[in-house]
């Protein structure tokens, strides 16, 4: 296919771009989109290169006046994995970025592209196949091949969202940044992501011409802990089959407040409210870390070939919360 690439120079070029051309699509490391552009399972007119952009709330990693941090749309996997301030505030979101793929789709992939990657289903992706979130009539997945799909939250569509990123960010409370050419929103990341009961065709909140420029997240609270765990089925550079990011804060050995996202289990990044209720006002000694795992999927309904993602969520969820509560975070 052929498209036109546009250099945008500035955020507001851009956003103008984008709302002109109904069918422009942005484009930063492309990691992503480059892919479903060769596979055809993408096909823009025009592309809106982002990497050319100066403006400083879409680059770098910087401190907010409050004690928290804000990640520009167009930094780096591998900018994140690096960041002292990162590594020692939230270690979850890290862990993640250290874990994602390669060190070569780190090094060009940024945090707004991972966010935005569409969904990694065998159907959707394979160019032969008109799947409903192609515009087709019906799921595949569900009477073919449905081994790293969902377990709950699926409406028609099974998919799981495939970034580790957003995991990490939901359970630190980050909140994402959406530029258009009338201005800017702030909106918590959980909301940034829809799943396919609200929309068969998209993954985000994004209308025509807005562009997600940067995360921003909240002071680490005292005495709080986070971690992220993947597992999947090669030793690296692979999606998780199921993740979880857990943050706990800990006040006078008792579990003050608890955060847990779990990742590959559903369209959307899943939080496990049963295991967080669980926690939260419990003595550390007396948290069975088994028990809060036990909690983390409420009614699960795998599909036949997914089932293991059930106990694998539980140990999962397990083994994060024993190493917070062992301090090893």
């Not at 959406?178 to 799943?195: H, L, N, T």
């Not at 539980?314 to 301090?327: T, Y």
């Amino acid at each position: 296919m052929t498209f036109r690439l546009v250099q945008a120079t500035s955020l507001a070029e851009a956003c103008a771009l984008l709302s002109d051309a109904p069918d422009a699509v942005p484009v930063a490391g492309g990691t992503d989109l480059l892919s479903e552009i060769r596979d055809g399972t993408a096909m823009p007119d025009v592309l809106v290169s982002l990497d050319s952009i100066a403006d400083a709330g879409m680059n770098g990693i910087v401190d907010t006046a409050d004690g928290g941090l804000r990640i520009g749309a167009l930094a780096t996997i591998a900018e994140i994995a690096d960041h002292d301030g990162i590594h020692e505030r939230y270690a979850a979101l890290c862990q993640a970025a250290a874990g994602l793929a390669t060190p070569q789709v780190r090094n060009l992939g940024t945090l707004g592209g991972n966010l935005n990657q569409r969904p990694r289903c065998w159907y959707y992706r394979h160019p032969l196949t008109v799947c409903l979130k192609r515009g087709g009539d019906r799921c595949f997945a569900v009477q073919g091949v449905g081994k790293y799909l969902c377990i709950t939250g699926g409406d028609r569509c099974f998919i799981v969202h495939p970034s580790d990123a957003a995991v990490a960010l939901a359970a630190l409370g980050a909140s994402v940044t959406i530029a258009a050419s009338d201005g800017q929103r702030d909106v918590p990341i959980e909301e940034y992501f829809v799943g396919p009961d609200v929309d068969l065709m998209r993954e985000n909140i994004l209308r025509p011409g807005e562009l997600l420029t940067a995360v921003t997240l909240p002071p680490a609270p005292v005495g709080q802990r986070s971690v992220y765990l993947k597992a999947q089925e090669r030793e690296s550079g692979d999606f998780a089959l199921v993740s979880v990011a857990a943050a706990l804060t800990i006040s006078d050995a008792v579990v003050a407040d608890a955060s847990v996202v779990l990742g590959g289990v559903a369209p959307t990044p899943y939080r496990a409210s049963g295991t967080e209720e669980y926690l939260r006002g419990r003595a550390a000694a007396d948290v069975d870390t088994a028990a809060a795992g036990a909690v983390a999927v409420a009614d699960p309904r795998p599909l036949p070939d997914n089932a293991y993602k059930v106990p694998m969520a539980a140990n999962l969820v397990n083994r994060a919360i024993a190493v917070l509560l062992g301090g090893n975070s």
